[in-house]
């Protein structure tokens, strides 16, 4: 793992959009440790830990996201688009599980799994996190996340 996925901190400021996508990244990081482990062919147990590690940051995230930033945001976006944010958060949930029980090479299944994300992000950071900036107290958010 690299010295950026060895902590996971939160940033300085208690901004939660700052602090989701900080999270974002460090997720990011993981992936892409992750996909370096598969093409790299580490040993399977290095990348079952790898994939274990993604499996606690993801959880940890998403239930940040639907416990504290999606209520917060109800009744200022749209239903559908948090409903959308949710269906994705399940649908990487589902990879990442059968990544982890299979028994095949897991480097397509990573790569995938890495671009679902870089997708579900570039989703959140664009429509989620603009509407909370213009909408919501992000600090005192912040703190709570």
């Not at 010295?3 to 974002?24: E, K, M, R, W, Y």
């Not at 892409?32 to 040993?43: F, I, L």
């Not at 079952?48 to 940040?64: F, K, S, Y």
């Not at 997708?119 to 912040?142: C, I, K, M, N, P």
Request: net charge negative; proline share 3%.
């Amino acid at each position: 793992m690299n010295a950026q996925t060895a902590a996971i901190t939160a940033p300085s400021t208690q901004d939660a959009v700052q602090f989701l996508g900080a999270d974002h990244r460090q997720i990011e990081a993981l992936l892409a440790d992750c996909a370096r482990a598969s093409v790299e062919g580490s040993a399977p147990a290095d990348r079952t830990g790898l994939l274990g590690r993604l499996a606690v940051r993801l959880r940890a995230h998403e239930t940040i996201e639907h416990e504290l930033f999606y209520p917060a945001l109800k009744g200022f976006i749209d239903a559908e688009v948090l409903d959308r944010a949710a269906a994705d958060h399940q649908r990487i949930d589902a990879r990442l599980e059968a990544i982890a029980a299979s028994e095949a090479d897991p480097s397509a299944a990573v790569a995938e799994l890495a671009q679902w994300m870089r997708q579900h992000v570039q989703f959140e950071e664009r429509e989620l996190f603009a509407t909370a900036a213009a909408a919501l107290d992000l600090s005192t958010l912040g703190t709570a996340l």
